[in-house]
């Protein structure tokens, strides 16, 4: 699986959007990129996936760059429960097993 | 619709004792994956099950870990004779299939003394 690269922390006031990038250059065709977080020790969350498309859903939206290399995960109106860790995860087509790294840590301010 | 279940939501041990976690799949899926979180780090892969297969047990450890997953019942992750090191947060996900999405029990806090 391909690895990621995320800023360790990022902020955000709330009710604005937030903006996490991730970087995966060494992507394959076959490789989904996701979106998992962890909200102070709890179990991961599921939040999003993507192949090639940008994706939608109730939690966030996903925008991946036409070459693949990198990827957004947008919260569209943060809230001080979206204070969490965030992690973007390369897995391929193939691969049953996460791959998680140390993530983004978003604090997401009042 | 419930969700991942994991039980007991935390485990106190002392030293030589065993551990058992327990894990039930969400309603539907038969696959079940084990991860293990050490204080302050990431999340690893322990150990992939199907019902009564395990399919890829790379990540678990080469003694005192064993894992299954029967044809009746819940997935059980057991640490013999646990050591101070194995004081960690053991999380199990599910998925409908092999290569899906995998959903997160909230984990299990094993704490060692």
């Known amino acids: 699986d391909a690895k990621t690269t995320q800023p360790p922390s990022m902020d955000c006031a709330e009710g604005r959007a937030a903006n996490l990038p991730c970087n995966h250059s060494t992507i394959s065709g076959n490789e989904y990129v996701y979106w998992y977080r962890q909200i102070h020790s709890q179990g991961p969350q599921y939040i999003i996936h993507?192949?090639?498309n940008n994706e939608t859903n109730e939690m966030a939206s996903l925008i991946i760059t036409e070459d693949r290399k990198s990827s957004t995960l947008i919260l569209p109106h943060a809230t001080l429960r979206d204070t969490a860790v965030y992690y973007c995860?390369?897995?391929?087509?193939?691969?049953?097993?996460?791959?998680f790294g140390k993530g983004t840590k978003l604090t997401v301010n009042p | 619709n419930a969700g991942v279940m994991q039980n007991p939501r935390h485990l106190v041990r002392r030293r030589g004792q065993e551990a058992r976690l327990r894990c039930s799949p969400m309603?539907?899926?038969?696959?079940v994956y084990w991860y293990r979180q050490l204080p302050e780090e990431g999340l690893k892969f322990m150990v992939y099950l199907q019902k009564e297969n395990i399919i890829d047990e790379s990540g678990m450890p080469k003694e005192r870990f064993s894992a299954e997953f029967p044809k009746e019942g819940p997935s059980i992750l057991r640490i013999q004779q646990v050591v101070r090191g194995d004081s960690a947060a053991y999380f199990c996900a599910s998925s409908f299939q092999g290569r899906e999405t995998q959903y997160f029990g909230p984990g299990t806090r094993l704490l060692v003394l």
């Open positions: 993507g192949l090639k």
């Open positions: 995860i390369v897995r391929s087509r193939g691969s049953e097993k996460l791959v």
């Open positions: 309603k539907g899926h038969s696959h």
